[in-house]
């Protein structure tokens, strides 16, 4: 260490400042003051009461989720609906942030430094030279007006609001993953266009329609001056597209525990998924079209047909790196078979695999949520089936519990936040009462409402005009009511607060999410029964029913459209059997011309299967079932209260001699007979339907059923006894 | 923003200036040098480009973890056994460091600012007034020589080396956890007195010598001249602590495949946990020893007994917070009996429960590895009985999963560390080569086995004066040998690398631990033949053989020390049935006077237990079972392979009629036989034993087993039949 003053390289220093243009002042924290500089022991000391102090932060959230627990088993408990657990997440967090706020203060033990030097910017790394040795600092983010406040508390208030990479790295893409993960493909197919179409459409037309009453709203602002900063039109776009994004969590828990009608659920759980996707594509799409040394943000048509090319790419991008990563896990489970041996490697690898499509995307600048949902999706459609029945239960429960503790604590750092973000905008123009909170955000609700009104009824009428089944008026007055804003308009708009406009944002969005959790989501229930929705929906017997407007008789072959058709025969004549244990060797599949090809790429477990099929009828077949493994042979289906939903399959009698058609609706209607086990013995609902007693047909000597590899692979569904999995 | 220069503030800096003593330089990378300062795009573009570079480099590790899953997995495949899959992930990190150090080369691409302003200290958190606006830096740690560097290199391994926090607060909790719920208590507790004294006194013995060798050679280096920096005694004796520190998982992995002599696992296992705990508590207790404004560091035996002091504190304090969690949690578990109902909420408060434990300690400035670690076991042993069958395979599974992905990231980690760390001090006398880099190690090799040799043979010496079965002197060289060092030791020398001293100790420990992993871990299966040491022992079936040395006829009674059998008891008869629902009702093994306390802490379903020893014998019995469940009911015990191990229950004949001090050894033996399953039908090993086919005696009608509160809880083995859990 230099002690004491050198004089020429002060000098030098203060000719620096003659050189470098504005104000620089630094406020030193924790710096001992004393002449023994950079002292080791007190380097120590300011090491352990950093750690005691994250420890004791990241316990405020573990405590908080256990509260939370305790308070969700007491609701279920006690049957109460009215408040979901991600609601009541939010009111802890909302208790501990005001006691954070406003009842706890850090002594000032430290001695604090002020010094002055003057440079242009905040760099995001700041190199500090002490005599030689350089130490690096990290860009932690603005602090609020420092005059007067307490910088302690400050400082407490930022530790315990951490950094927003953690739910894009950490948080995030467990939920997301469960989703696809625990798609009820079957239903999803069944609706998948109209999904599309509120998906994609919707969120675009929402988008825009938010966008703009929210920049009316910004104009009437700046004209009475209320506006205390830039806020462009790009930005109002941007906030629409983030809180077009409806939340898959909250409202279908509560359908689930309803048992809602399938389809009402299949649109809204489709849509929310798919909706986070296109979300926030969309934004980062937006943020592609501000141009980057430019400050005009006018619109320009250029720069939109750019955006939207962006869009589409960064989407397709995702799309197809998700669903790689979830083909290359199924080859890695399907080529390394003996990896069923050993379970646990098996988690860990479809575990680490699933993350790595996150993070692979988030490296290529794709968008990591649209990956790992379709990674989700893929891996359970292929890979399911290749693991270890016990790696089956494992990397349910791993993801479910990952899904409760990451949406939990999303929830209830949101409560938390409303008090510890230090730099809220709220405008005041739109401030009608500090109290009730929710109040306050009626006017931004009120675009919010238009966009998803705007989303809904027209699309509803356009795609009603197609649909053989309507999306009765009911149906469409709920989608508008339930769609709640969640984690992901929270996480999209956390990730950046550096501009008044996100700022302001962040605030908004805040408000609008408490809004829709407490208010719609609470409202949710009795919603349902005004607007006489069926519940208690058993999803695999309304396939032949009237839904509730009593107009229409529902059957899968008109509502899958015929893309889906061909692609379906694609994927269970080739794509199954490459790439999975349970479809039928590729050399039955395969044309003729193809043998020695199809020969190679056949694992020995396929042709096993293929013996098995003819000669005996164990537990296996069920496993490896080859071409009676369908459509919705695997669902991995959860809901949030742990009551774990197992397939059940049934082999019923009047599937005998039906044509291929009627095959796929049956098997469709078959892959997710649910049937609810209560994760104990003691308490399993006895209203359960009897495990059927499956009288087995002979088992068919001659020929093979898959000898013709160009038969049709409905023609015979009777090839292969399906037996009840429980 | 303040544009253009400010006079008199800048003359205020420049007199600021002469106040503050010495040279502080900034070099500012990353800023955009144009007048156009915080530009929002810039900012966002940065924002983006930094979370680019995370998940780059958090995907680097899973590729990584991948890549050893898979290797493992082929290892296992193939029979090798030379290498373990922590030294295979070591040399899988170590490949990927050599390729970031030497191999990426980051552009140039942004401007570095340098400037110069000085302040007397690298304080831990900077706030940088930009023109009004206050932003916050935090110490990220110390840079090494910019001079001629690419400083954007080292921004980029100094991005891979992260923040040590992540081990303690995230890594090693699950291991130390999983290792605590996985111990056998059996016959980790018919060995106690002898793993005490290796843990407790063979670690603070280790320390010393270490620690005394140590500073001979600092003191030689000194004379030499070759010392670069200070090396205080308390330095050295601190080395001696964290590298007393054995490693639990990688010789213990061996010993579990090759089903090596029970009591020598249960020796080294034991140690090694304990061991864990000590070298923490010893370490911090020593950095208290170092007095804070006194830069003597010499001997001084207040401070001394003060240290010592505070280590019985600490370790105390921990563990009894420990236990308070893990007791808090099974009374959740028991108090709110229909939680069983949700099993992922069950399983969501066990795990939040447990890390609490560390957080809690950690904050406490308690020890949250000694905290978690008997939290641990007591969730093994009350806790676990009151969850669910779901949720106790939920549990097992999850925490063997995190003990997996944590223990092969920390090896990863160490080997990427050894050419990313920047700070390394190779000290030139030491280093005899540079490759191989295992030779570079031999001369502190040689201070920690003299270390390791004054702990065992010694006290091995003193231990078998007072042993029945003596420790004999091959068991003796192969815990010589064993004594890995591992993730503790690891995370203990990167938690502080800011003085000189800690950097050469942290460099020192890296090599250390190579070696022994790769030398000692490689060589144990050798060593285990070379000594003759029994393997493929069935740990239920040596209660009665001879150990290798032919000199000694086992029984439990007598190696059970009296102090635990008296817990026993105690346990037995109240904490069992206060805090689990599988002990009997308390209102019968309480005194009559207690009647009326005892009838209302014993819940419904005790008494329920009570009713169904009486009335039936269905699988509930198992699950629920009274006095019978004893010492070794449970036992959670996976290896790191995944094959899960689990309970197995004889029912022998011989059991019949026996005094009450048999029935313990029995019960004990019992307790643990274990039954590995591979995880598949197709490999299970078909040389188990095969299920005992059990008569059941008729069961009790007078007197009911537990009507007399005083009766020996041996005296009556028989009123509850026990079964086959399998």
Redesign the interface.
Known sequence: ??????PN??L???K???V??????????????E????D??A??????E???Q???N??IF??L??LT??T??LF??RRFRFLHETGLAMIYGLLVGVILRFGVHVPRNMNN?T????????????????????????????????KGHD?QDD?ML?KVTFDP?VF??ILLPPIIFHAGYSLKRRHFFRNLGSILAYAFMGTVISSFVIGLVMYGCVTLMKAVGQLGGDFFFTDCLFFGAIVSATDPVTVLAIFNELKVDVDLYALMFGESVLNDAVAIVLSSSI?AY?P??D?SHTFDATAMIKSFGVFLGVFSGSLALGVATGVMTAL?SFC?T????????????F???S??T???A??C?MT?VVAVLFCGMTQAHYTFNNL???SQ??TK??F??LN??AENFIFSYMGLTLFSFQSHVFNPLFIIGAFPLSLTAVPYQIAVFLGRAANIYPLSFLLNLGRKNKIGSNFQHVMMFAGLRGAMTFALSI??T??YARQMMFSTTLLIVFFTVWVCGGGTTPMLSFMSIRVGVDSDQDSSVTVSDGTQHRNTKHESAWPFRIWYNFDNTYLKPLLTHSGPPLTATLPACCGPLARCLTSTQAYENEGHQHNDDSDELVLNDGNATMYGDVTVS?D?????TTNHKHLSASTMGITSEEALDQELAFGEHELVI??????LPMDDPPEPTVTLPPPPTSPPPFSDPFSDPFSDPFSDPRRNRL
Request: include cysteine; hydrophobic fraction near 45%; charged fraction near 20%.
């Open positions: 260490l230099i002690m004491g003053l050198k390289s002060a030098k220093a203060s620096t400042l003659f470098l243009p504005s104000l620089f002042t630094f406020l030193l924290v924790g710096s001992q003051g002449n023994t500089a950079m080791n022991v380097t120590e000391r300011r090491a352990e950093s750690h005691r994250d420890s004791a990241l316990l573990i405590m989720l256990t627990i305790l969700i088993w279920k408990h430094v010094m002055n030097c003057s440079v242009n910017a905040s760099p995001a790394t700041l190199l500090v030279n002490v005599s030689g040795r350089f130490y690096e600092y990290t860009l932690k983010g603005e602090v609020s007006t420092v910088v400082e930022r990479e894009f790295n943020g501000q980057a040394g400050n890695i390394f003996k990896l069923r041996d050993f379970p646990l490697l098996e988690t860990a690898l575990f680490l695999m993350w790595s996150f993070l692979l988030e490296a600048e990591g270890s029945p016990d239960d494992r429960q791993l479910e519990l409760f503790l990730r950046d550096a501009t959860t949030a209260s742990g009551t774990l209560r994760g104990t013995r003691l308490v």
